[in-house]
């Protein structure tokens, strides 16, 4: 059999889909990180009246494209939140203002097998942006955000994608040093606010795309 890696993956993504859409999430499958931008420009946006764009921090995001195709879109307002060039109190007003647009595109950091989204934040915008705010969510998951449950997310998120940004980030905490999470009193510690969400309100608010790579932390 060729690719039984990709092909385990197929059905184990079309499972969790299932799951995902009896939450009433919209779910989408692509197989590479082109497949997911080409879903969300052509099938996704055209059926939106979408104005105003922004996101939440995401390497997912970043990875399939999106992040270039829209950044500069003059289809849009879009509020890039990724600006470098702006000092720290006009990047927390842009985040402040991202939860009021038309469309927040963001990741997460786990999906359950039985189809909530499992997700951990420093300041708490990414989570606030999925929850409420924005008329609608683009959420877009690698495969290897699949868990099998609520504990074994947690854990993933707590124990390895919170340390591997940690270094990513260039954060001044524990695990940076040790790789281990020592739920730490750091200035800089970015494991400040769980959110899961169980299921999807209004229904199709959120609609998330299963791509079947390893996207991300």
């Known amino acids: ?31 590479t990180v082109e497949g997911a931008k080409d879903i969300a420009l ?16 995401s ?7 999106l992040f270039h195709a829209l950044k500069d879109d003059p289809r849009f307002t879009v509020l890039n939140t990724f600006d470098k060039t702006i000092g720290p109190d006009e ?40 929850t409420f705010g924005p008329r609608h969510v683009i959420v877009i998951a690698g495969r290897n955000k699949i868990c099998r449950d609520l504990a074994h997310a947690m854990d993933r998120v707590k124990n390895y994608a919170a340390p591997v940004n940690a270094m990513n980030l260039d954060k001044k905490t524990p695990c940076r040093e040790t790789g281990v999470c020592q739920d730490c009193s750091s200035p800089d510690r970015i494991c400040n606010t769980w959110m899961i969400t169980e299921r999807c309100f209004p229904k ?14």
Request: with cysteine; proline share 2%; hydrophobic share 45%.
């Open 1 to 31: 059999m060729k690719n039984p890696v990709d092909i385990f993956w197929k059905h184990r993504l079309a499972q969790v889909g299932e799951k995902l859409e009896k939450n009433n999430f919209e779910v989408f499958h692509a197989d």
């Open 42 to 57: 052509g099938k996704i946006l055209p059926g939106l009246s979408v104005k105003s764009v922004s996101w939440g921090g």
């Open 59 to 65: 390497m997912t995001f970043v990875a399939t494209g």
């Open 91 to 130: 990047q927390m007003s842009l985040r402040r203002n991202s939860l009021l647009v038309d469309l927040f595109i963001t990741g997460t950091n786990a999906i359950t097998s039985d189809g909530h989204l499992v997700n951990l934040d420093m300041i708490g915008n990414r989570v606030c942006g999925i």
């Open 204 to 217: 199709k608010r959120v609609k998330i795309i299963l791509v079947n790579k390893d996207l991300g932390f």
